[in-house]
């Protein structure tokens, strides 16, 4: 007796190589824009802040006046200092300095 083996196809079943290239369109489509260059940071001084800033960008750093006023009276020795204004201008250094 022979042996007869038949197939029977049932239903449609795509194949995976179908489905991986197709996963791979979509892929390539979710695929982000490229980026932009970073935004720039940027800041605004309020009307306070510009007068603020012109003020300091006016006063000079030393008082000119002020220092040939010291110089001159201790070059007299008419410049005294207290003990205890020493030790306060050391004190408001120290925590200035932080």
Do not use: C
Not at 6 to 31: A, C, G, T, Y
Not at 58 to 74: F, G, L, N, S, Y
Not at 84 to 94: G, I, K, P, R, T
Request: hydrophobic content about 30%.
């Amino acid at each position: 007796m022979s042996e007869t083996n038949n197939m029977r196809i049932d239903s449609f079943q795509p194949s995976q190589n179908i489905n991986d290239s197709e996963q791979v369109k979509r892929r390539q489509q979710e695929k982000p824009a490229p980026a932009q260059a970073p935004a720039q940071d940027s800041a605004e001084l309020s009307a306070h802040g510009r007068n603020l800033q012109e003020t300091l960008s006016t006063t000079p750093d030393i008082r000119q006046e002020r220092v040939d006023a010291i110089k001159k009276a201790m070059d007299a020795g008419t410049y005294n200092v207290s003990n205890s204004q020493l030790a306060d201008a050391m004190v408001n250094e120290f925590f200035k300095r932080g």
